[in-house]
């Protein structure tokens, strides 16, 4: 496992662009499997977005598809989520998790190490 660190929530107006970022607290994030996950209190954590280590695949979960994507910043060894066009109904706290293997595409159960979570909150 290795603990993660969240940043770059906030509260914006719908329309905006936000950019979050995860680190590893210690070393970087080049070998790993990352995603992005959001809650909502009540709801089920939910996954958003997933890059894959080895090849590199992308996956997106429809209703983010065209406005968020994920990458990594090689120069930092940070994974981001790019956040536009900002609705109020990603209003949600935003986790990051990493894993050497993953089985499926963005399988939450195989994730075994997360971050605390960064808020994310978009006005009308």
């Known amino acids: 496992q290795v603990p993660l660190v969240e940043s770059g929530g906030g509260l914006v107006q719908a329309g905006d662009s936000l950019r979050l970022s995860c680190a590893a607290s210690?070393?970087?994030?080049?070998?790993?499997?990352v995603g992005w996950f959001r809650q909502v209190p009540g709801k089920e954590r939910d996954w958003v977005a997933c890059l894959s280590n080895g090849p590199g695949n992308l996956y997106y979960k429809d209703f983010v598809k065209g406005r968020f994507t994920i990458g990594k910043d090689t120069s930092s060894g940070t994974v981001f989520l790019q956040m536009n066009d900002l609705k109020p109904e990603d209003t949600a706290t935003y986790y990051c998790a990493a894993d050497l293997r993953v089985t499926a595409p963005c399988e939450m159960d195989d994730f075994g190490s997360w971050g605390q979570g960064t808020q994310v909150t978009v006005s009308s």
């Open positions: 210690v070393g970087t994030l080049d070998r790993f499997y």
